[in-house]
């Protein structure tokens, strides 16, 4: 009995405690595999691929490069800094920033929630694909797309809807006539939960050690699958095509921004929140922006090289873009790379290894964002039993990947996933960009220079954007930034004038004028502010602190550029209108926003998801320039109220401050 008790406790270890009774990682290492495992999925290895061949050539790495360094990058920090400091999953944390913005963490779950169902039932038809890998000869040589379309997702053909000629109504609307359950997809979902369930219902002890598996062993095979690629025929070919071809003139279309934008989120796991929650399970005094660096470094440098396996695949299949050939991640997981394993010798053993390390990859991107909403539940019900709540959540979870088990639940899945990517995830990170840098302490704002100059700047800043970006899709891009620049620049010259002197010095180089004071209260005050505060925890211990450019790059680089890339997503809805399904995949998508509005309007609606001991997180009011003091305690929540250190020496506190 008491080797069995050993063995249990090694096998399904209780997690060690923080000093704040939390849960923590085992060791840093499970905590960069388990964020790693969270980003690194059949995304890399499928979707990206189908995205640069797609936008072949070289110039797609302009737009991918920069949507990882302006953006991935900097709302990565952002995530894994508040979740760490604040000892919470995404709603605390985006609560500590300011009460109003438990929407915003919530919206972040909300994209998890969405996406979970139907990446599982995705899994399951990789283990159709995995089952029938055994068999000789492989029941899809000959007949890939055939056996995809027919075998595994069995779909039956809609009846496709029309608009008028001219496109400006619809005239039948698209009908689906297969509605019956697919039992073997149903089986295989079934299996997937399960392993998700054993993956997490212990808690971080048990994710630190499976998340060794799911990591280390899929890169091992995924070297060989490069190895055994390359050495096709023509594989150069392939590769020549991805780094040694130049399209300068796909740089001019929208789509390749916003397919970089896209890619680049689907495989970081920004706007997901499980990097938030893994976060809040850190150290206290982790180095959270190197570990932010190594975990998008980590997926920039795996997505590349594991495309060489579709990339010698594309060669010896002889697919060129160029012939109108365009390829989905679908294509390429289901038809592309089958396809050619059959011409392979050994095709059997090659077809048990690809499909093996398609669905670890992608099973450890499915408990990531699963346990996202654990650690919700648990931070709101500490007392509540984790494998009672992981076991509701994963059963509540199977019961919405059953629809993406139906005779229609391919053309379901499409639906949802382009509107969640396009709609929710895009406006979701949007607005933790905006929201964290304008309303964190903005109170210091207000008594610095008065409330009726905050309205007018911000209403320049938000308006700008949001009228420029509709100018520009409904007359120019030009006209778009003529009219959104020129807002913003007439709100900041009049919010300046109507402001009102500020007591609290800015930094030395803002303090030139008064002009200059005004303006940096106004336009930089509250994402500086934050990063100062975020970095008295994440910044000891001679830890990375988060550099001085970071609040302006994602309130005036990565926010506009994301408010420009949802722009396109009412353009291309408008074609697809006849869809029910991408009716109510575009429906689904904005309840994101629904979510995040009312957060912000009613937070109280919201409490109920907040320990009653940490409610009042957000409602910080201790003046400009002072750091508080609560986020260098050590209380068992970590953090206390910061109205208590509000004293008499306040004005001598703000002084010293920025004196250094």
């Not at 209780?14 to 000093?19: F, G, L």
């Not at 990682?25 to 290895?45: I, K, V």
């Not at 709603?91 to 929630?113: E, M, Q």
């Not at 089986?187 to 048990?206: A, M």
Request: proline share 5%; glycine share 10%; hydrophobic share 45%.
């Amino acid at each position: 009995m008491d080797t069995l008790k050993s063995i249990t406790k090694y096998l399904l270890p209780s997690p060690p405690k923080s000093s704040d009774g939390r849960d923590q990682w085992p060791s840093r290492t499970a905590f960069l595999l388990a964020a790693m495992g969270g980003c690194a999925g059949m995304g890399n290895l499928l979707r990206y691929p189908s995205q640069v061949f797609n936008n072949n050539g070289l110039q797609w790495f302009i737009p991918y490069l920069m949507c990882v360094f302006l953006i991935a990058i900097p709302v990565l920090i952002l995530e894994i800094a508040i979740g760490q400091a604040y000892r919470g999953g995404c709603v605390v944390a985006n609560n500590a920033i300011h009460h109003r913005l438990k929407g915003v963490g919530l919206s972040l779950l909300y994209v998890g929630f969405v996406v979970s169902p139907y990446f599982v039932a995705n899994l399951a038809w990789i283990m159709v694909y995995f089952r029938s890998s055994f068999q000789s000869p492989l029941p899809w040589e000959g007949r890939g797309e055939d056996f995809f379309y027919e075998d595994v997702v069995a779909n039956v053909a809609p009846v496709p809807g029309n608009l008028t000629a001219d496109g400006s109504e619809v005239v039948t609307y698209t009908s689906y006539p297969g509605v019956g359950m697919i039992g073997e997809t149903v089986g295989w979902t079934v299996f997937t939960w399960f392993l998700v369930w054993v993956s997490i219902f212990r808690g971080v002890g048990l994710t630190g050690r499976v998340v060794y598996f799911t990591m280390g062993l899929p890169i091992v095979i995924t070297i060989v699958l490069i190895g055994r690629s390359l050495s096709l025929d023509n594989a150069a070919e392939g590769v020549k095509l991805f780094w040694a071809t130049w399209n300068g003139d796909k740089l001019a279309s929208g789509e390749i921004w916003q397919t970089a934008c896209g890619q680049v989120f689907f495989s970081t796991g920004v706007g997901f929140g499980y990097f938030t929650s893994y976060a809040s399970y850190n150290q206290k005094y982790s180095n959270a922006v190197m570990d932010s660096i190594l975990i998008v470094s980590s997926n920039v440098l795996f997505e590349n090289i594991a495309a060489f396996a579709v990339y010698g695949v594309v060669g010896f299949l002889g697919l060129f873009p160029q012939d109108g050939v365009r390829l989905g991640s679908f294509t390429v997981g289901f038809i592309t790379l089958p396809s050619a394993v059959t011409q392979m010798p050994g095709a059997n053993f090659w077809a048990v290894l690809l499909f093996f390390t398609l669905m670890v990859l992608g099973y450890s991107s499915a408990f990531a964002m699963v346990d996202a909403l654990v650690t919700l539940v648990m931070d709101a019900k500490p007392r509540w039993s984790r494998p009672t709540v992981v076991t509701v959540i994963v059963v509540v979870f199977f019961l919405l990947s059953l629809p993406y088990c139906t005779e229609f639940g391919y053309y379901l899945l499409t639906g949802i996933d382009r509107w969640t990517n396009d709609v929710a995830l895009v406006f979701v990170v949007w607005a933790e960009c905006v929201t964290s840098t304008t309303v964190y302490r903005w109170k210091d704002v207000v008594g610095q220079v008065g409330l009726p100059a905050f309205i007018t700047y911000n209403s320049g800043f938000f308006g700008g954007m949001i009228l420029g970006v509709a100018i520009a899709q409904a007359v120019s891009p030009a006209a778009g930034a003529g009219v959104g620049f020129g807002l913003f620049t007439v709100c900041t010259i009049a919010s300046v004038v109507v402001s009102t002197n500020p007591d609290s010095p800015a930094p030395k180089w803002w303090r030139k004028n008064i002009f200059t004071s005004k303006l940096w209260y106004l336009a930089l005050y509250s994402g500086n502010q934050l990063r100062r505060d975020l970095n008295e925890i994440i910044g000891r211990n001679n830890n990375w602190n988060i550099p001085s450019f970071w609040g302006p790059l994602i309130r005036y680089v990565s926010a506009p550029i994301l408010a420009i890339v949802y722009s396109f997503s009412y353009p291309s809805f408008y074609q697809l209108r006849e869809d029910p399904l991408h009716i109510l995949g575009f429906g689904v998508g904005h309840i994101a926003l629904l979510v995040i509005g009312s957060g912000f309007i009613v937070p109280r609606w919201l409490d109920v998801l907040i320990p009653s001991n940490r409610k009042g997180d957000g409602k910080l009011d201790i003046g400009a320039n002072v750091s508080p003091r609560s986020l260098q305690s050590e209380g068992n929540d970590g953090t206390e109220t910061a109205e208590k250190h509000s004293n008499s020496d306040g004005d001598t506190e703000q002084v010293r401050r920025n004196a250094e």
